[in-house]
């Protein structure tokens, strides 16, 4: 049996606590903060060292949802911590935050433009938190801002076109969202914190202190039914305002233990609303986990989605900008930076926000493709380009038969699965494909097996040790894989020099042949990162025209009780168990990289072709565990457009082998071999999405070795 482990979800006054037993939730309890004895009893019980996460809901928060301007200017982790600052959130210090997608709660891709949601608290509190569950022998892994778990949870709960208000009690202030199937609409405040409640329960009952009040309020065999009417009306005249122009359907009230059900029920009734109350079956379900615990409290619902991320970064469940910040970037870039983006102006302080839809993605859009131009590369000085890329994530997925317990059912043949997939989620998938997580750089890649002519005698090579890391806790997406070991080196091989008369027709002079992992001629130049990834393809006068290329994200899908599609990420890059070898070498006058990428989920190899006006990719995909409880996966290997670089004035051209993207530099046209790839899986071919930023193709698990190779090539304008 594995080892059990906790998770916790800390209140102003409670504290919430899940057990696992491997993918089953065992336990579920709610405390009050003072009842230490019983959590010291708890935590003997289950034998726990401390907590693999937990997540605070503070005594002072902040909720934020982006503007117009914001929505595009400020992506960045860094650009948000700053951007932070000129917010009008009242706390004190220097505030800490977590910035999620407003529509998904996925972590924001710096090339769209999308409504964000930023919940922050004061360092103080995060601090405050640790100290206290480390006290109750409760030690967190690690903390991050419980908020947009709630958020996240009642969102995914809800049918089209219902709306559910959250309310986020803090001590003196609440926070209020206006939450759809669609994500977060709005948000506010309103003076319905702790300290009000307490004192609505003090007039309720007729007591004398309110400190009596708010220990009656954590009393579990307290009967509040007679004064649970009175309580309630006293409180719904103090949110009545915020409701007016703004209607919701149901009300969740964040941090109540299951015993004060009570008040969210008396609450919703006052103002004419029903209590939020999910099939927390079909919940636990959908969040890939079995559950010992029947019925499972709806107050424990944003509880079970932290346990169902476990440690790694998940929809809803972000990790803070200052551990963004502090993360290692996987590459360096060429010298050469392009600065990031302006902040936008602060946004003023929302009060009873009205109900907003979503800002809608722009994406500028390129036009046809030019001939391609014949030109021998000579020598140009070598010019350092571009930013860090991120990683990109395509929310689209196609056919890999869901395994038990999964919410949909798909049993049918992985052929046809990817493109009807593909066509039930286009627009869904392209409007969270070009997500780009923090500062993960999205890719990988690995030499594909192909019949090259023979190489030139190999250079010695060079082994670049990494840091040690160490096992990491297995991602909840991955039961069933063992946990992964520390990353290996990563070995790169100085490319080997040509003789005088190696040069053939369609060589192209690189001039970084010294540097195992950059290449560059008198058309392009680009750096494969060490994660196996094409980064930063820019012109010699330091254009970047792809951010990346050959990266693989790993990403699912299910069917919700609403019949909605629902997205969720599994991984890719910034998985421990994600490691490449680069290997530089020149056959036949032309310069390649091989690069091979080993994941707990699946093989690649692949080949990039140096070509004078051109780079060849040539891929080769072993899927080894493409499936997870919540639906199919689809391994997504993505080409991400500079969005700077784009003619915002033209659009995106396709035809049956080729997508052609105006550049302001020129035409960029991303040729591929349309025998078992075709544009939304046509005739149940493998599945491309093309939008208006970049392409994915989707990888599915299947055992057609056609089905699993890919070959492409980045025509430079």
């Known amino acids: 049996m594995a080892s059990p482990t906790a998770f916790a979800e800390l209140a102003p006054h409670s504290l919430h606590l899940a057990v696992l037993s491997g993918r089953k939730l065992i336990a579920v309890r709610a405390f009050s903060t003072d009842a230490k004895a019983d959590i010291a009893a708890f935590v003997a019980e289950h034998k726990l060292a401390g907590v693999v996460r937990a997540s605070l809901l503070a005594p002072k928060g902040y909720l934020h949802r982006s503007a117009e301007a914001e929505s595009g200017a400020v992506r960045q982790p860094a650009a948000l911590q700053s951007h932070l600052a000129k917010l009008p959130h009242g706390l004190d210090g220097n505030p800490v935050a977590v910035v999620c997608d407003a529509a998904t709660g996925s972590a924001l891709d710096a090339t769209r433009v999308a409504p964000w949601v930023l919940a922050a608290v004061d360092s103080e509190s995060l601090g405050a938190a640790k100290e206290t569950l ?94 649970a009417p009175k309580i309630a009306a006293e409180l719904a005249e103090v949110l009545k305002p915020s409701l007016a122009g703004n209607p919701a359907a149901s009300l969740h009230i964040a941090g109540l233990t299951p015993t004060q059900a009570w008040l969210g029920g008396g609450l919703a009734s006052a103002l004419g609303l029903k209590a939020w109350s999910p099939a927390t079956a079909d919940l636990v379900s959908r969040l890939g986990l079995e559950s010992a615990v029947n019925p499972l409290p709806a107050s424990a619902g944003a509880l079970a989605s932290l346990a169902a991320a476990g440690a790694a970064d998940s929809a809803w469940v972000q990790p803070t900008l200052e551990a963004l910040l502090a993360r290692p970037k996987t590459a360096v870039p060429f010298p050469k930076a392009a600065a990031p983006a302006a902040p936008a102006p602060a946004a003023p302080a929302i009060k009873a926000a009205p109900a907003m839809k979503p800002a809608a993605a722009a ?26 890329v991120e990683a990109v994530s395509v929310q689209q997925t196609a056919p890999a038969p869901a395994a038990g317990g999964a919410p949909r059912k798909s049993n049918k043949g992985a052929i046809f699965i990817a493109g009807g997939v593909a066509l039930v989620a286009a627009v869904v998938g392209l409007a969270m494909h070009f997500r780009s997580p923090r500062d993960r750089q999205a890719a990988q890649g690995a030499p594909a097996q192909q019949s090259a002519p023979a190489e030139t005698t190999p250079a010695a090579t060079e082994t670049v040790p990494q840091p040690a890391a160490p096992t990491p806790t297995p991602r909840p997406s991955t039961p069933a894989i063992a946990p992964i070991p520390a990353p290996a080196p990563i070995v790169v091989t100085p490319p080997a020099a040509t003789t005088g008369n190696a040069a053939v027709s369609g060589s192209s002079t690189d001039q ?51 019949g909605r599609r629902k997205w969720f990420n599994v991984g890719g890059v910034d998985d421990v168990g994600y490691q490449a070898t680069v290997r530089k070498s020149v056959r036949d006058g032309v310069t390649v990289f091989d690069v091979r990428v080993t994941h707990p ?64 530099a020129g035409t960029l046209r991303i040729g591929f071999d349309n025998t078992v790839w075709a544009r939304d899986g046509a005739d149940g071919r493998q599945t491309i999405i093309a939008g208006e930023n970049g392409v994915a193709f989707h990888f599915t698990e299947n055992t057609d070795q056609r089905r699993n190779t890919l070959s492409y090539e980045i025509l430079m304008p």
């Open 134 to 227: 480390s006290s109750l022998g409760l030690a967190p892994a690690d903390l991050t801002l419980a908020a947009p778990n709630h958020l996240g949870v009642v969102a995914s709960s809800l049918a089209a076109d219902e709306v559910a208000l959250v309310l986020i009690p803090g001590e003196n202030e609440a926070s209020l969202a206006w939450v759809a199937a669609d994500g977060v609409r709005a948000v506010a405040s309103a003076p319905l914190g702790y300290a009000r409640i307490f004192e609505a329960v003090q007039h309720g009952l007729g007591l004398k202190f309110k400190a009596a009040a708010g220990k009656l309020f954590y009393n579990e065999n307290y009967d509040f039914a007679e004064a």
């Open 363 to 388: 994406a500028p859009a390129p036009k046809a493709a030019a001939p391609k131009a014949a030109a021998a590369a000579a020598p140009a000085p070598a010019a350092p380009a571009p930013r860090p």
């Open 512 to 562: 970084f042949a010294a540097d195992p992992r950059k290449f560059g001629n008198e058309r392009y130049r680009f750096e494969v990162t060490e994660k196996g990834f094409i980064q930063a393809l820019a012109t010699p006068r330091d254009e970047v025209l792809v951010e990346s290329a050959a990266g693989i994200s790993l990403q699912g899908s299910y069917v919700g009780t609403d």
């Open 601 to 664: 989920r699946f093989e690649l190899e692949q080949t990039f072709h140096c070509l004078p006006e051109s780079v060849r990719v040539t891929a080769r995909f072993n899927p080894i565990n493409l499936r997870d409880p919540r639906g199919v996966i689809a391994a997504v290997h993505s080409v991400r457009l500079s969005p700077v670089a784009l003619n915002p004035s033209l659009r995106m051209r396709a035809s049956a082998d080729n997508f052609a993207y105006a550049m302001k």
